[in-house]
């Protein structure tokens, strides 16, 4: 019964986090029509939204998305030619679990985490 998951995020500007994810990332934007307070972005498969939350203390943000991806060491790569900041404790790896992963924080401290099966 259940095809797709849309996570939603929060954001304190929504033209910072526009430009993050669009010029830095590479998503486009999703739709045709310019919601105020919210935004909504797609890259592949991925479609992520956003809702506007000025007050947002990025220090209390657990905001957090798991993404699947099937090549991750071109899309890490990717990351760092673009100059994207990868978290501190997020660098490409393999984690037991059977996966390689690595890890971003938007502007809003969203964690995203990439990762690919290695099974």
Same mark, same amino acid.
């Given at each position: 019964? &259940?095809?797709?998951?849309?996570?939603?995020?929060?954001? =304190? %500007?929504? !033209? =910072?986090?526009?430009? *993050? *994810?669009?010029?830095? !990332?590479?998503?486009?934007?999703? +739709?045709?029509?310019?919601?105020? +307070?919210? !935004?909504?972005?797609?890259?592949?498969?991925?479609?992520?939204?956003?809702?506007?939350?000025?007050? &947002?203390?990025?220090?209390?943000?657990? +905001?957090?998305?798991?993404? =699947?991806?099937?090549?991750?060491?071109?899309?890490?790569?990717?990351?760092?030619?673009?100059?994207?900041?990868?978290?501190? %404790?997020?660098?490409?790896?393999?984690?037991?679990? +059977?996966? =390689?992963?690595?890890? !971003?924080?938007?502007?809003?401290?969203?964690?995203?985490?990439?990762?690919?099966?290695?099974?």
């Amino acid at each position: 019964m &259940l095809t797709e998951i849309h996570p939603k995020l929060p954001m =304190r %500007n929504k !033209l =910072r986090t526009k430009d *993050y *994810y669009i010029n830095q !990332l590479g998503f486009e934007i999703f +739709g045709n029509v310019d919601h105020d +307070g919210y !935004l909504m972005v797609i890259k592949d498969n991925i479609q992520i939204h956003f809702f506007e939350f000025k007050e &947002l203390d990025i220090i209390d943000n657990y +905001g957090q998305v798991y993404i =699947r991806t099937n090549d991750i060491d071109t899309l890490y790569q990717t990351m760092l030619d673009n100059n994207v900041d990868i978290h501190l %404790n997020g660098k490409l790896e393999t984690k037991p679990w +059977g996966q =390689r992963e690595f890890s !971003l924080l938007d502007p809003d401290h969203n964690l995203l985490t990439f990762g690919e099966s290695i099974m």
